[in-house]
């Protein structure tokens, strides 16, 4: 599983937060455009986060909120295209 969402700022990239599937756990991890490296921004359990729609949602807000603290700046998220 890996789900992306852009983050911009003055319509330029600056990130991207990332959803994958490691080890039974779903993580949102922050992925700068400066090459810097990834940071984990949270986790849950995979099982709770497929089986709930709305925990989902809580918890891709709770991603997008830590990566506005991991990247110091505030942010404009693109969902993914489906």
């Given amino acids: 599983m890996l ?3 852009r983050a911009m700022t003055a319509g330029d990239k ?3 937060v990332l959803l994958r ?3 039974g756990r779903c993580e949102a991890l922050w992925r700068p455009t400066d090459g810097t490296h990834d ?3 949270c986790s849950i ?3 709770a986060y497929r089986d709930d729609a709305q925990l989902q949602k ?3 807000d709770l991603a997008i909120e830590a990566a506005r603290v991991a990247a110091r ?3 404009r ?3 993914p295209a489906n």
């Fill in 58 to 60: 809580l918890f891709i």
């Fill in 3 to 5: 789900v992306r969402w």
């Fill in 73 to 75: 700046v505030v942010v």
């Fill in 39 to 41: 940071v984990v921004l």
């Fill in 45 to 47: 359990d995979l099982q």
């Fill in 14 to 16: 600056i990130g991207d």
């Fill in 21 to 23: 599937g490691v080890k």
């Fill in 77 to 79: 998220l693109q969902e």
